[in-house]
Structures are given as C-alpha cells and as structure tokens.
C-alpha cells in the first residue's frame, strides 16, 4: 500500500536501484549474487517477488547498481528505499535511481 494525493505515484514494474548487500557477518548472505537472483523487496510493508539483474557478481559487503523487475506492480518513485529478504533475513538495501514507464 501506498499513502499518497491521487495520481501522484504511479504503480510500476521495475527499475534500476543502488544496493548495499550485507555481510554474513551483518545477517546477510555468504556467496554473492548473481544475475537472475529473485529475493523479496519489501519496500515498506508491501513486500513482492521480484527479479535482479546485474552485470558480474554482487559480493557481500558491496554496494552495486542493479536492474530490477517485479512480479506485480508497486507504488514507487526515485529515491524510495527497499529492503531485499530471502527465507526470512534480511540480505540487502537500496534505493530506486531509475523507474520503468508506469503500467
């Protein structure tokens, strides 16, 4: 859900975002991530499956800049920041750089 005036954010698919990725030793994951990854972005208490698209591996500890589709629209805009979960811990943040057109 998304709190906002009518027709001031639109629902969107996807789009580009910088993410921090945590360590093992902040909670986060040991391998890094590759290209196809599908984690939960919870972008407050909306949560969806979705996508990540990047260009070589995204070690823990790292900051990269991703693609990212969703599997059902999200009310968002640039600058708006998610959180990524996989099997109920906490894996990355980020926030939107990028927005897909609206659908």
Known sequence: Q???????VA???GGRAEVYLLT???GGRRKPLRS??????FFGA???????????????GGRIDVG???DRPVGFEPGVRFT???????VGA???TETTQAT
């Open 36 to 41: 196809g990854y599908r984690p939960q972005f």
């Open 24 to 26: 093992a030793a902040e």
């Open 84 to 90: 990524l979960r996989e099997g109920g811990r906490t």
């Open 94 to 96: 980020g926030v939107v």
């Open 68 to 70: 990212f589709a969703l």
């Open 11 to 13: 629902p969107r698919r």
């Open 46 to 60: 909306t949560d969806v499956t979705g996508t990540l698209e990047l260009a070589g591996d995204g070690e823990p």
């Open 2 to 8: 998304v709190l906002a005036a009518p027709g001031t």
